[in-house]
């Protein structure tokens, strides 16, 4: 696939040095679990297509469905350190090392701005997540709900 090419070779990861490898534990995880999710999802969909008509009397169907929201965020978390991680040691394949690439700056403006950043998303973060559960107990406004848009019309 990677090649676009049936007949392509592909080299197993003995067959580079030592020292241009990616380290393996973190890119064997990361891959596995993004995969054993990507079919999960396609599984929870399938068994929602077929309980589509019945959904208020599968609560637990609901509650795997719920807890499952933070799912794809993981996937996709996973799969961008598989990218990130797999491609190590290199930043551009075969011409140039991540070491290599690093800008001269000190560690210590590197872990400003990584703080910097934690505080500003974690706010958005909380507000958001604020704003959600508010929303959510409110309930929906009433001319969002068919049944009591059609009641003043009918009485
Ligand atoms: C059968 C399921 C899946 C397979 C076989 C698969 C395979 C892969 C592979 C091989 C890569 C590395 C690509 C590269 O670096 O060149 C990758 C990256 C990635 N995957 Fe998956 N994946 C699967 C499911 C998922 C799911 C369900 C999500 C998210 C909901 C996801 C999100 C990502 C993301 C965000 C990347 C990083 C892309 C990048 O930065 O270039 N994957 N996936």
Request: glycine share 6%; aromatic share 12%; net charge positive.
């Given at each position: 696939?990677?090649?676009?090419?049936?007949?392509?070779?592909?080299?197993?990861?003995?067959?580079?040095?030592?020292?241009?490898?990616?380290?393996?534990?973190?890119?064997?995880?990361?891959?596995?679990?993004?995969?054993?999710?990507?079919?999960?999802?396609?599984?929870?969909?399938?068994?929602?297509?077929?309980?589509?008509?019945?959904?208020?009397?599968?609560?637990?169907?609901?509650?795997?469905?719920?807890?499952?929201?933070?799912?794809?965020?993981?996937?996709?978390?996973?799969?961008?350190?598989?990218?990130?991680?797999?491609?190590?040691?290199?930043?551009v394949y075969g011409l140039m090392?991540?070491?290599?690439?690093?800008?001269?700056?000190?560690s210590s403006q590197v872990l400003?701005?990584?703080?910097?950043?934690?505080?500003?998303?974690?706010?958005?973060?909380?507000?958001?997540?604020?704003?959600?559960?508010?929303?959510?107990?409110?309930?929906?406004?009433?001319?969002?709900?068919?049944?009591?848009?059609?009641?003043?019309?009918?009485?």
């Amino acid at each position: 696939m990677v090649r676009h090419d049936f007949n392509a070779e592909v080299r197993g990861l003995k067959d580079f040095p030592k020292d241009e490898r990616p380290p393996v534990l973190l890119s064997f995880f990361s891959f596995r679990t993004m995969v054993a999710l990507g079919t999960l999802f396609p599984l929870l969909t399938i068994i929602g297509w077929f309980k589509r008509n019945r959904l208020v009397e599968s609560p637990g169907y609901l509650k795997i469905m719920l807890w499952s929201i933070p799912l794809p965020y993981i996937a996709i978390e996973l799969g961008w350190v598989l990218a990130e991680v797999g491609r190590q040691p290199w930043i551009v394949y075969g011409l140039m090392k991540t070491s290599d690439a690093a800008s001269p700056i000190a560690s210590s403006q590197v872990l400003i701005s990584l703080i910097a950043f934690i505080l500003v998303y974690s706010l958005l973060g909380a507000v958001g997540f604020y704003l959600i559960v508010k929303n959510a107990r409110q309930g929906p406004a009433p001319e969002a709900v068919p049944e009591a848009a059609a009641e003043p019309a009918a009485a």
